[in-house]
């Protein structure tokens, strides 16, 4: 599990993904997130600007990421 520690109060879907190295570039991120491909906290989500927060979960290719403060 990756763990990502906010420097403000959120971090957007897309940008997580790019940090966590699961995706190469924000075109990447784009691509598998309006595929279908990524939940957040058990559901799919689709928007690539989703503002994550604290205790958020995110899934994706087998991989896990845990935003924390």
Not at 50 to 57: E, I, P, Q, R, T
């Amino acid at each position: 599990m990756e763990i990502i520690h906010l420097r403000e109060d959120f971090i957007k879907l897309g940008q997580a993904l790019k940090a966590a190295g699961l995706a190469g570039s924000g075109v990447e991120a784009k691509l598998v997130i309006q595929d279908g491909r990524v939940r957040v906290n058990g559901q799919v989500e689709v928007q690539r600007g989703k503002k994550l927060v604290a205790g958020d979960v995110v899934e994706y290719a087998g991989q896990t990421i845990k935003i924390e403060s």
